[in-house]
C-alpha cells in the first residue's frame, strides 16, 4: 500500500469551492488524474487499486459529508449520511471508477483484475500506467526541462490557490495532448 500522499493543501477544497458551478467537474476531473498519475508514476511498475485511501488526504479534500438530504443546484439530490464529490451528488469511490475507466479506454491506464480467495470468483481492478503515458510523464515539456511528472509532482505539492489549480490542468491538459498526439501517430 502506498504512504498517504498529502499533495495539496487545505486551500485547494476552498478554491474549488469557489470554482464556478459549470467549470467544476473539469476542475475536479484535472485534480483527480493528476493525483492518479502522480501516485502511479512513483510507484511504477507496480499496479495499484485506486481507491479514496490510496488517493489520501488530497483526494479527501475533494468529499463533502451531506449531513442532511439537500437539493444541489442543478436539481440532484444528496442523501444524508453519505460522502460526495465536492458540490455534486456522485460519490467518491463511483467518482475514482468512471475517471479511471475513461483514462482505461483512452489508453492512459493499463487494468487488470487480480483474482483474490480460495475460489478466485471474486477479484480486484488494479492500475498501472501505460508505455505511452509513462514516456510522456518522462519527457521534458517544453521550455522548462523539467519532465511532466516532475512538474506535476511539484503542482500538487503547491496545490491550493488559483495558480495551483491552474498548473494542474495546465499540465494534466499537457499530458492528455500529448498523449492523444502520441495515439494517433502525430507526436
Known amino acids: 500500500m502506498a ?66 438530504e439537500e437539493v444541489l443546484p442543478t436539481g440532484r439530490i444528496r442523501q444524508a449520511k453519505d460522502n460526495y464529490m465536492l458540490r455534486s451528488n456522485v460519490p467518491p469511490d463511483m467518482y475514482i471508477k468512471e475517471s479511471v475507466d475513461w483514462l482505461v479506454a483512452e489508453g492512459f491506464l493499463l487494468g487488470r483484475n487480480t483474482p483474490i480467495g480460495r475460489d478466485g470468483i471474486q477479484s480486484l481492478t488494479e492500475h498501472t500506467l501505460s508505455a505511452r503515458t509513462l514516456e510522456i510523464l518522462n519527457r521534458p515539456m517544453p521550455g522548462l526541462g523539467q519532465s511532466y511528472a516532475n512538474r506535476l509532482s511539484d503542482a500538487a505539492r503547491a496545490g491550493g490557490g488559483e495558480a495551483g489549480k491552474a498548473a494542474i490542468g495546465e499540465i494534466v491538459g499537457q499530458i492528455i495532448g500529448a498523449a492523444t498526439k502520441s495515439m494517433a501517430g502525430l507526436g
Open 3 to 68: 504512504a498517504e500522499l498529502d499533495l495539496m493543501p487545505d486551500t485547494l477544497r476552498e478554491t474549488l469551492e469557489e470554482t464556478d458551478q459549470d467549470d467544476l467537474p473539469l476542475e475536479l476531473f484535472n485534480v483527480v488524474v493528476g493525483l492518479i498519475f502522480d501516485s502511479l508514476v512513483r510507484e511504477f511498475p507496480m499496479w495499484r487499486r485506486l481507491t479514496p485511501g490510496y488517493l489520501g488526504k488530497s483526494f479527501e479534500t475533494l468529499v463533502d459529508f451531506a449531513e442532511a
